[in-house]
């Protein structure tokens, strides 16, 4: 799925991307409120300066992800991989990191 499609589908109201294939996808800036992600795999994406507030990206691959300045509040990330991922800036208020890989390689308990 490229990022086209991805963003007319959730403007016509579908918040559900289950393991989705969005590898590189460019989404600067977009609104993504409430999406899930759950299991998507969103590695060498663009996210710089999107909202994804209490978006779900539990399991999801987000390996090499820039994710500068992006709104992550209240979103839930649990078992992410997160590794090597650009999170410079990017808000994460009450965001649920449990068993997430971070950046450095380390597992937040």
């Known amino acids: 799925m490229d990022a086209n499609e991805l963003l007319k589908r959730y403007e016509n109201g579908e918040t559900k991307f289950l ?3 969005l590898n590189g ?3 600067f800036g977009a609104d993504l409120i409430d999406i899930t992600l ?3 795999d ?3 994406a663009i996210l ?3 909202y994804l507030n209490r978006g779900i990206l539990n399991k999801a691959n987000l390996v090499c992800t820039k994710l500068n300045g992006a709104n992550l ?3 839930s990330l649990i078992d992410a991989n997160l590794h090597d991922a650009n999170l410079h800036g990017a808000t994460l ?3 649920d990191l449990r068993g997430a890989v971070m950046p450095d390689g380390t ?3």
Request: hydrophobic share 40%; aromatic share 4%; no cysteine.
């Open 19 to 21: 393991e989705a294939n």
């Open 38 to 40: 759950n299991k998507a």
């Open 25 to 27: 996808v460019n989404l």
């Open 42 to 44: 969103l590695s060498n």
């Open 107 to 109: 597992i937040n308990d």
């Open 73 to 75: 509040n209240q979103a």
């Open 48 to 50: 710089i300066f999107s």
């Open 93 to 95: 208020q009450g965001a």
